[in-house]
């Protein structure tokens, strides 16, 4: 089976925009995400173009504040804290990657908890590894939505992560763990991935390798979730030798179509939720 991302996000942003459209009529506020962009660097002005237009489609008030390459840490951080004083602003999110003389943690932990729709803030990470309530980051959240619309429940099962990023693989990991998984973290450092790899129930890559992931790698009705994205030939494609392991696979994420699209309605529910806390 190929896990639909795109339909999957789809039917999430409806329920977003019909809850959104609710809450209008008795609140005088809607929710807002305010992004914060830096440089010209098309990857992120393609990712905050969508993200701006996908907000607006399902009624979150959309804002985007450009500086230029060279803008001082300073100036960013003391925008951040106004931010984070804006009673209108629900969500706040700074576009990474940032140029050299911006501290990517300084920012990250300026952001206030509560509008850290990215999920990065230390604040937010802690809750997440303690099993508390907590914004979770999207792509991991993303991606357990597909697995859970493969399988409900996860007990028991054995989750391989490739790749062990703050954005992607800890977060999932905590994400699993919670669903009772048995969990294996695999990064570069790891030795024999391959050994580790054809013994999960559930595999979720996030390596940016092409093609890293081969068929004999997979176990048969494995559910593989390929987080990757690649640049190949002049084709985005995953980390999974997707043609191959779909053979295999009970479900397999396509790529583009599969977490990419999650991770932007991942992006919208966390504004939408953001906005709820602050609003009660
Ligand atoms: P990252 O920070 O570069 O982390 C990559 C991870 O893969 C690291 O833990 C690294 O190990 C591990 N790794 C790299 N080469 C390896 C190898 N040969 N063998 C085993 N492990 C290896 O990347 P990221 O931000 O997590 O992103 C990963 C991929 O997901 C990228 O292609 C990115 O574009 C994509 N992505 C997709 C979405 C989406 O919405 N679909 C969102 C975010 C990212 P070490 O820790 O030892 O270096």
Known sequence: MIIDGKKEAELLQQKIKQEISVLKKTKSKVP????????????SLIYVKNKEKQSKDVGIKSNIIKYPKDVSEQDILNKIKDL???????GILVQL??????????????????????????NNVGNLASGYKSIIPCTPLG????????????????????????????????????????VTIVHSK????????????ILITAVGVPNFVKKDWVKDNAIVIDVGINKLNGK????????????????????????????IAC?????????????T
Not at 267 to 274: A, D
């Open 190 to 201: 790891s030795k024999q991935i391959k050994s580790h790899s054809e013994k999960a129930d």
């Open 97 to 122: 990657p940032l140029p050299d003389q911006i501290d990517k943690e300084k920012i990250i932990n300026t952001i206030s908890p509560s509008k850290d729709v990215d999920g990065f803030n230390p």
């Open 84 to 90: 984070n004083k804006d009673d209108n602003v629900s």
């Open 267 to 279: 992006l919208l529910k966390n504004t939408l939720e953001c906005f709820k806390a602050l609003s």
């Open 236 to 263: 985005i494609v995953g980390d999974v030798d997707f043609e191959e392991v779909k053979k295999k696979a009970k479900a397999i994420t396509p790529v583009p179509g599969g977490v990419g699209p999650m991770t």
């Open 143 to 182: 991606c357990l939505l597909l697995i859970k619309k493969i399988e409900k429940n996860l007990t028991g099962m054995h989750a391989v992560i490739i790749g062990r990023s703050n954005l992607n693989g800890k977060p999932m990991a905590q994400l699993l763990l919670r669903e009772n998984c048995t």
């Open 32 to 43: 807002s995400l305010t992004v914060i962009l830096i440089g010209e660097y098309t990857p």
